[in-house]
């Protein structure tokens, strides 16, 4: 008879105290199937929407990246049309995106407030970010439309103007004079972010330059990559193109640039962390309880076994057997039950909070990861076989004497 | 590993062996010289405390003298590692145990194929043998049946069945009848002492019964762990 096949006798004829154990174990499955399975959709929501923000890549002048630009274009990219047409050319590239990052004041006469704009290529940033979705009035901006310029909701409340009406930027160039262009509002945006909200404004290119005097600089150049293609590869063969057409710049990937999307990463990896190490705690605690337990009623049996000639590591592993089959039918059943769960939260309709700083909840969704499956029953197996280590090596060391007379 | 002819199967040389009980240290053995040759059906026997199921222990491997040596087939055995001697166990002995001891998850037939498997015997020579086995212990129709569904006779000749599945050299017994009633005890000890003619296989028993004791070809009479009388009939 197989150490399985045995094992799986003897736990189920000891059959209450399996279903305690295998309880535990299919609850704290499910539990980190669930979490798992949230928190890498959540990471992989998250990541979607950082890179259509940042895009794949960003190319910024080296010392930009270094971050120590003290005025609006100090440091841009010259000849930005001919740096996007450099960086299209990669065979990784997508779409290549100039924008322009400036400060200054938007006013409408009465009040004046600062804002923080974009100035974007319309027709392709829209493509490219989906920047419509985040319209909540009004239309996007258009090259025919050279004036029209899109407000943050807060930003549009605070100055009290409506979509059609005119306003006037006044910002400072980068050689250090002051500079005002009209524009008219075309569109109100919810950026999803308060802080954000309160001081969005975004432009066409041709109003920002006549706004800034940039003459074609840009501030970056936000790159999207084609679906697979190899990031870091792209990167070093960007930055050598680059510098060697006459341009000294970084080559910056995604993730150096989303910093809120590190510091969530970071958060979530922290709960998880935590609720793994108490789920691992209770199943450790329950299982060495139980195998504690089956060992100190087996005495007697363990005792005939090593009478009978079996050696001391064959006690051992019995033990260990039982323990890691607890451990696999206890996944079996924790699966079934999270994905019971999971389908009844997914249909739910539960609305969760924003995230911190954000404008809007969403609603709860959770996916059965395979990863998050797989390495819940590493987890539980490995958590298993620790807790039984202690019991079952006790057993193997019993005093066959002692173990033969236990009553 | 066959004996040197005329050598001793299990030797013990002078072996003594306490126990702590509280405080105090209870000699169980005390200097015992003895051995046991191939085919012998021995009794030991002896009052409640005589040290007979303590020698019975050092002479089978699950327990170490605290001084004197054990010898098997010659060979000085008392520092094997466990993992050796359990194998020596595996080889060469059979254990029959009071209260039977069978494994309560496995039929009557895996618990006699059960020594078998772990001398890492092919499964067809397991089954065929068990089965030879419970049909010369007559439970040839008990083969799929539990433990807690059998009688005390029938759990005792089933463990009979298991202690020569490895054709061992020795079958240690202790008290084999002292749990049954005497009708069935007389068949058990019939049956030992035809296994022993047939295969011929060491029975050394440790046993306070009488008619064991009137049926075994040599006695060893224990008192105060020391050997008091030898006889052979």
Known sequence: ?407 | MEPEAGGALVEARAVSRSYRLGAAEVPAVRGITLSLRRGEFTALQGPSGSGKTTLLNLFGLLDRPDTGRVLIEGRDVSAWHEEGRSDLRRDRFGFIFQSFNLLPVLTAEENVAYPMGLRGVSRRERTDRARELLAAVGLEGKRAVRPDLLSGGQRQRVAIARALANQPAVVFADEPTASLDSKTAEEILDLMLALNEDRGAAFLFATHDARVVARARRVVTLHDGTIARDTAA
């Open chain 1, 1 to 407: 008879m197989s150490a399985l096949a045995l094992a799986f006798r003897n736990l189920a004829r000891h059959r209450r105290r399996s279903v305690l154990m295998g309880a535990v174990i299919a609850f704290g499955f499910a539990a980190f199937a669930l979490a798992g399975g949230f928190i890498a959709q959540s990471f992989e929501g998250l990541r979607e929407s950082t890179i259509r923000q940042v895009g794949n890549l960003q190319i910024v002048d080296r010392r930009a990246a270094s971050g120590t630009e003290q005025a609006t274009l100090e440091f841009g990219i010259p000849r930005g049309e001919s740096a996007r047409k450099l960086a299209a050319s990669d065979p990784a590239v997508e779409t290549a995106l100039p924008r322009v990052e400036f400060v200054g004041l938007v006013t409408t006469g009465g009040k004046s407030i600062p804002f923080f704009g974009i100035g974007v290529d319309p027709i392709p940033e829209a493509k490219a970010t989906g920047a419509e979705e985040l319209l909540v009035k009004g239309r996007w901006l258009t090259p025919e439309n050279p004036d029209g310029i899109l407000l943050g909701t807060g930003l549009a409340s605070a100055l009290s103007v409506e979509v059609g009406e005119g306003v006037t930027l006044v910002a400072t160039s980068p050689d250090g004079s002051l500079n005002a262009v009209d524009a008219i509002v075309i569109g109100l945006a919810d950026v999803k972010f308060k802080e954000l909200n309160d001081r969005y404004l975004a432009a066409g290119l041709p109003l920002v330059e006549r706004l800034l005097q940039s003459e074609g600089k840009v501030s970056k150049l936000v790159l999207f990559l084609r679906e697979g293609m190899d990031e870091a590869a792209a990167a070093a063969r960007l930055k050598a193109a680059f510098q060697s057409g006459g341009w000294p710049v970084e080559v910056l990937p995604w993730e150096r640039l989303g910093v809120f999307y590190g510091q969530v990463r970071l958060l979530y990896a922290g709960i998880f962390g935590f609720l793994g190490a108490v789920l691992v705690v209770i199943v450790i605690l329950a299982a060495a309880i139980v195998m504690t337990m089956a060992v100190t009623e087996r005495t007697r049996e363990i005792g005939t076994l090593r009478a009978l000639g079996t050696r001391p590591s064959g006690v051992r592993n019995m033990f260990l057997a039982e323990a890691l089959l607890l451990a696999l039918v206890g996944c079996a059943a924790g699966a079934v039950l999270s994905l019971i769960v999971m389908a009844a939260l997914n249909a739910s309709g539960i609305v969760l909070p924003p995230p911190p700083g954000g404008t809007t909840g969403f609603p709860i969704h959770v996916k059965a990861y395979p990863l998050a499956y797989a390495v819940g029953v590493a987890a539980m197996a490995l958590t298993a076989l620790a807790a039984a280590y202690l019991p079952a090596r006790r057993a193997a060391r019993m005093n066959i004497v002692e173990a033969l007379a236990h009553v």
